[in-house]
């Protein structure tokens, strides 16, 4: 056996000689301690190693935010608009201000390696994680990842484009085996890696999933011969957390970093593996040089670190970036010219749906952050508008699918005496371990004791407090977590059990929960303690104390906001999903809004002609009033600052310039959805490259809204395209377009091409953008690059020019490509 280091170019080392530097140190430990350096040390470090002058490098999720080591409300983090909304800029540059901000978000922390970009592609619109990833499209995704990974390593701090691959969908991902054609894999899924990888990515992950019967983890084709091999990766491959499920296989295949620790399948195992002669020595070391060198870019190891002369922190005005970013990413779907709101003196502006109590600003899953701050949309308005505008706010009928967490701030700590609750870990025979005041009723715990977890032998959790009600009447509440529990508030008891299913991880994030009902009196103190006993072995632990004021029955809430719509001169209406919807762990079984909430729109729209909803959704979700509303503003997961964008957005303080990354189905029955569960442990992509747009267009169906669609709040025609050679084999298409509207406006020229005898759908192959004053024109240009015009040749094993007739065609969208020129394409 060989080690699995292919030749790599020397510039991207930090220094000459230091491949060389490397070995000799590396050659100095014995074995047990090289192989000791390549499974975690915990659950987001690694270990420190003085004689390779080597600190520990700290990992930490994730794509919209950095979390650091702990989940703990107390060390919050700055929460960006989800990657989703980041697609929807078509614009590389702001992907990479995405990653510059998340890159000194990481320095601060002290965090070496970001678990990001989710570079996924959006199979189909019912995956859990579309909106942790970027889009439907490899050119799209491949663009904005390149972007953001420049960005964050910019930093000083290695990015880790991921789920090395085909990591699409969640039902069964630990074990499902995607099956594909090598065609399909080349032109599609590899598509985005393969230039994060030129872009020089410094780590890559490897997902749980399986391709073509092999773990991704176990996968030398495509760890070793693809990535490292083919495209010269130098960085560190890093298992998915709990991925890796041999020794000798995984070791040989390609990966380089096993995650979590300390206990993994490598370790003793690998060392006796090495000792037997089935895995070479030089394997080991190869996996350390990477390391070594990952540790020399984020300044953990010497003096030699590329990013050594640098002081990065988050810079001061980094919420008025994340709040410009999440405004500017905004689609507007429709608009009869309701948009921008600019209400009058002493008109009446409805706010309704359950957008009114609290904005979706994240998903679920390990994305999850505690953000700094979130604002509401009422504050944000009232802030925004003429003092004589009268707001009313109605949410309708909720949607949460579990109990809110209890409002801490009407609690007391009753050991401090302070406002929180009391948290304490209890071992088997009552002793307290560890005691602690939170500032959150919902309390993640993994690690160590010192990175917020557990502490060792804990067996009980106690979260208690005082709570004072603001309102009489029946409260419900809730106990959610694993394991066995019993909850107190006041004279009302719980108890039971909390029972898994499914995939762990969703078990983890969204637990199971018991409710019950508590009779409270305003302004009357009651005691509230939950009591979570853990499983057996449990490293890790989450609980949440559930908690619902009285308020009207759904009917009652939906004829008050209804009601309030019918008053007034112009209604807002915020519907849209939660991180209990979309999340990681598990996909959609339906792609229509939760709850009464089109209910809800149709009933306003029939009151108020004057309608404008506003979508707060990570993912498609089916628009079945979309032409009853005068306007309809799509805000994504706006991360923190996501009330206030909004804002800017309906009133025009920033334009909503974005462009739809996915498209929006009209009905689930319609769409050409391809399957996301696995038969038999198998997931087969039937469909092969006719993915998103593609499939629509094949299937010679309209979507409700197509890929690229998004009107901004201007007009525009699109008036002259010429067609010529570039470089190497590569296009210049260059487009005049002209702001026929009355305001400034940023429009995105997108550009298609397709055989000129239909043989198959019309596939993005650039785009550009140009902001332009209202009636002034602009010339665009678009590269088109020599890859972007090639197709996987799989019996030749490479790329192979396109060639004969095809039409490149231009325009705002995939359903509105305005102008066409024939080209003859020859081999490059």
Known sequence: MTGDDPARDPARDPEPGAERERAEAIGALDLEDKVALLTGADFWTLRPEPRLDLDALVLSDGPAGVRGTRWDEREPSLLLPSPGALGATWDADAAEEAGR???????????????????????????????????????????????????????????????????DSETERMTVDVRLDVTTLREAYLRPFEEVVAAGAWLVMAAYNGVGGTPMTEHRPLLTSVLKEQWGFDGVVVSDWFATRSTEISATAGLDLVMPGPHGPWGEHLVAAVREGRVDEATVDAKLARLLRLAERTGARGATAAASDTTPATPPDARARTRHLAARAMVVLTNDGTLPLAPGSGERLALLGPGVDRLTVQGGGSAQVMPERTGTLPDALRGALDPSVTLTAEPGAPIDRTLPPLDVRRCVDPVTGTAGLRLEALDGDGAVLASEQRQAAAVTLMGDAEQGGLPAGTRRLVLRGQLTPAHSGTHEIAAAGLGGFSLTVGATTLEGALVP???????????PEQRG?????????????????????????????????????ADTALERAVAAAAQADTAVVVVGTTSEIESEGFDR??????????????????????????????????????????????????????????????????EPAGRLPTTLPPSDEAAPLPSITPEQGQLTYHEGTWIGHRAWAGAGQDPAFPFGHGLGLTSWEHQELAVTPRGHGGLAVTVRIRNVGARTGREVVQAYLEPSDDSEPARLVGFAAATVAAGAASTVTIPVAPRDLARWDAEAGAWAHRVGPHRVRVGRSAGDLRLVREVRLDRA
């Open 101 to 167: 901000l998340l890159g000194a978000q990481a320095r601060d922390k002290g965090v070496h390696v970001l678990l990001a970009p989710t570079i996924n592609l959006h199979r189909s619109p019912l995956g859990g994680r579309v909106f942790e990833s970027y889009s439907e499209d490899p050119l799209l995704t491949a663009a904005l990842a390149t972007g953001f990974v420049r960005g964050v390593q910019s930093q000083g701090v290695g990015a880790t484009p991921k789920h090395y691959v085909c990591n």
């Open 501 to 511: 299913q499914g995939d762990p991880v969703e078990a983890f994030l969204r637990p």
């Open 517 to 553: 009902t508590a009779e409270l009196t305003a302004d009357e103190p009651v005691a509230v303690t939950l009591v979570l006993d853990l499983p057996e072995g449990m490293p890790l632990a989450t609980l949440r104390l559930g908690h619902r004021p009285p308020r009207p029955d």
């Open 589 to 654: 079984d339906t792609l229509a809004l939760p709850g009464r909430q089109d209910e809800l729109v149709t009933r306003v729209a029939e009151v108020n002609p004057r309608t404008v909803v506003v979508v707060n959704a990570g993912a498609p979700v089916l628009l079945p009033w979309a032409e009853q509303v005068a306007a309809i503003l799509w805000a994504w997961l706006p991360g923190q600052e996501g009330a206030e964008a909004c804002v800017d957005a309906l009133t025009g303080a920033v």
